[in-house]
């Protein structure tokens, strides 16, 4: 099957340094990928939704100077976390699919406490 | 108005008994998926069961199966003879035409399972 990998799972960082979080599709392009944030015991909210070779499309409140996602392949996409703040910290995912109606795969997350 | 509901923040079920768990949507487009996805307290995200807004008969996929009202707008889903491994946390999540928002899927906020021995 379809498999998305995600790197790192988890990551420690401190206030004002940047955080880079690689999704990659293994066995299949993905010209889409999206990225979501989750709080714990909550829902799975879109931050942007990455387009190779092209700017992301990012949701409404999501800051793109502070998420800055890069697609530069049909198999990679990065999501830099800049200037991190403690409010940053959270459940970073990543998902695409292989094709259109398939379901999402997902990577198995990120982590992230900026201290 | 949020686009997809799940209403029981938690529930409980005893071991290899069957459960529901409930999902409404709100979407004026005619194609849509309807996905449910189960993430453990580990982090991953695992694919359980797809109902497409065409199809005629109810998915099922081994012990999940989706009962899918189309006029109520509502997906849910049942596990039948649950196991201790089911308890997790369990979204319901929807995909909106073939042409418009990429593809994005929404999500539900979401129900906490937890089964008992």
Redesign the interface.
């Given at each position: 099957g379809a498999v998305v990998s995600q790197h790192p799972s988890w990551v420690i960082c401190k206030s004002g340094t940047s955080v880079k979080i690689e999704c990659r599709s293994l066995d299949f392009q993905a010209t889409?990928m999206?990225w979501y944030r989750q709080f714990p015991?909550?829902?799975?909210m879109?931050m942007a939704?990455s387009?190779e070779g092209s700017k992301a499309?990012y949701e409404q409140g999501v800051e793109k100077d502070k998420f800055l996602i890069n697609h530069a392949s049909l198999t990679l996409s990065t999501l830099t976390v800049t200037s991190a703040h403690p409010e940053d910290s959270s459940?970073y995912?990543c998902?695409a699919?292989d094709r259109?109606?398939s379901?999402?795969?997902?990577g198995?997350?990120t982590?992230l406490t900026v201290t | 108005a949020q686009k997809i509901t799940q209403t029981q923040p938690g529930m409980f079920v005893q071991e290899k008994e069957a459960v529901t768990l409930d999902c409404t949507y709100d979407t004026s487009d005619p194609s849509y998926g309807l996905f449910w996805y189960k993430q453990p307290s580990s982090g991953e995200m695992i694919f359980l069961i797809y109902q497409g807004s065409y199809d005629q008969q109810n998915a099922t996929e081994g012990r999940y199966s989706l009962n899918f009202q189309k006029a109520r707008k509502s997906a849910n889903l049942v596990i039948s003879a649950s196991q201790l491994g089911d308890s997790a946390m369990y979204f319901c999540a929807m995909r909106e035409g073939p042409e418009t928002n990429a593809g994005k899927s929404t999500f539900g906020d979401g129900t906490t399972l937890t089964v008992k021995p």
């Open positions: 889409t999206f015991k909550q829902s799975l879109l939704t387009n499309t459940f995912i998902s699919r259109y109606n379901p999402l795969h997902f198995n997350g982590r | -």
